[in-house]
């Protein structure tokens, strides 16, 4: 793959939104979020995992749009604010319908409303700690067919959601094919999020040096499953650029691109690799997306 262009220092915007039942509401609440993150000066804008709808099993199959053949308001309405504004937009993630199979799906559009691609969940969020965390993702949703990595304005991005920010091979892979931030639209809950959330971001960048983005939905009380909110930037030094809590809010930071290359060539950890004793092997498909 050839070299990622240099973007220079972009202005990114990470949507920490509220989700409620009212899938309308949902889509208003979103589009609103885009238009002032422009109008603030974003050319990078980020939304949270499953934005329009709530994170729940019994939600997945009702709230399901199919991208490609429509009707899709969901993405319809993305496209249109990304063109809108002007920006490149990582529009989160929505529950997609697609020949008889649900997916948790991320797409990916450009300043004109173009979609550039489409990424599909690759790890399903199964997990049962008992007496405080039981959800198994694999009831209703497939796994995606794997890594997505998208040239835009705002950098060569490689796209993950929540749960496959916790495996180092995807990250290390999207680093190999020249990725300059890593973007994880996720939902953590309130029983991991505290320890990991965070710790996860830095990881990935501190491994990969890179930028790493991790957007969340705001916290719901009334809803079954607790958000554990806390979006945040992390520059490729492991640093938190910016962070928040759990409420509502949009936050913002500078991405500087030029820091990416300082890192990898004060630390040049791909060259200390020792590939005589061990490699990572790509077995994905070469096209970069889905």
């Given at each position: 793959?050839?070299?990622?262009?240099?973007?220079?220092?972009?202005?990114?915007?990470?949507?920490?939104?509220?989700?409620?039942?009212?899938?309308?509401?949902?889509?208003?609440?979103?589009?609103?979020?885009?238009?002032?993150?422009?109008?603030?000066?974003?050319?990078?804008?980020?939304?949270?995992?499953?934005?329009?709808?709530?994170?729940?099993?019994?939600?997945?199959?009702?709230?399901?749009?199919?991208?490609?053949?429509?009707?899709?308001?969901?993405?319809?309405?993305?496209?249109?604010?990304?063109?809108?504004?002007?920006?490149?937009?990582?529009?989160?993630?929505?529950?997609?319908?697609?020949?008889?199979?649900?997916?948790?799906?991320?797409?990916?559009?450009?300043?004109?409303?173009?979609?550039?691609?489409?990424?599909?969940?690759?790890?399903?969020?199964?997990?049962?700690?008992?007496?405080?965390?039981?959800?198994?993702?694999?009831?209703?949703?497939?796994?995606?067919?794997?890594?997505?990595?998208?040239?835009?304005?705002?950098?060569?991005?490689?796209?993950?959601?929540?749960?496959?920010?916790?495996?180092?091979?995807?990250?290390?892979?999207?680093?190999?094919?020249?990725?300059?931030?890593?973007?994880?639209?996720?939902?953590?809950?309130?029983?991991?999020?505290?320890?990991?959330?965070?710790?996860?971001?830095?990881?990935?960048?501190?491994?990969?040096?890179?930028?790493?983005?991790?957007?969340?939905p705001a916290r719901n009380p009334d809803a079954s499953y607790q958000a554990w909110g806390h979006s945040t930037v992390v520059g490729p030094f492991a640093e938190v650029l910016a962070t928040t809590e759990h409420e509502p809010t949009t936050i913002y930071a500078d991405l500087d691109f030029a820091q990416v290359k300082e890192r990898r060539a004060n630390l040049p950890l791909?060259?200390?690799?020792?590939?005589?004793?061990?490699?990572?092997?790509?077995?994905?498909?070469?096209?970069?997306?889905?």
């Amino acid at each position: 793959m050839a070299e990622a262009a240099d973007p220079g220092k972009v202005k990114v915007a990470l949507c920490q939104l509220h989700v409620t039942a009212d899938k309308e509401q949902n889509i208003a609440t979103a589009k609103a979020a885009i238009e002032d993150a422009a109008h603030n000066g974003a050319k990078l804008v980020v939304l949270p995992e499953m934005w329009n709808c709530p994170y729940s099993n019994d939600s997945f199959p009702s709230y399901a749009e199919d991208i490609e053949a429509g009707p899709s308001p969901s993405t319809d309405m993305l496209a249109a604010a990304a063109a809108a504004a002007g920006v490149t937009l990582v529009g989160g993630s929505v529950p997609e319908r697609s020949v008889g199979k649900l997916y948790n799906t991320c797409c990916v559009f450009d300043h004109t409303g173009k979609l550039l691609a489409k990424h599909r969940k690759t790890h399903l969020f199964d997990i049962d700690i008992p007496g405080k965390m039981t959800f198994k993702e694999s009831l209703t949703l497939t796994p995606g067919e794997g890594p997505t990595v998208v040239d835009t304005a705002a950098g060569r991005l490689g796209v993950g959601i929540c749960y496959d920010i916790r495996f180092p091979e995807l990250a290390m892979l999207y680093a190999k094919r020249g990725v300059q931030v890593l973007v994880y639209p996720g939902a953590f809950n309130t029983v991991t999020g505290p320890l990991h959330w965070e710790l996860l971001a830095r990881a990935r960048a501190v491994d990969n040096q890179c930028f790493v983005i991790t957007c969340s939905p705001a916290r719901n009380p009334d809803a079954s499953y607790q958000a554990w909110g806390h979006s945040t930037v992390v520059g490729p030094f492991a640093e938190v650029l910016a962070t928040t809590e759990h409420e509502p809010t949009t936050i913002y930071a500078d991405l500087d691109f030029a820091q990416v290359k300082e890192r990898r060539a004060n630390l040049p950890l791909t060259q200390q690799k020792r590939h005589d004793l061990y490699e990572l092997v790509d077995r994905s498909s070469s096209s970069s997306k889905q």
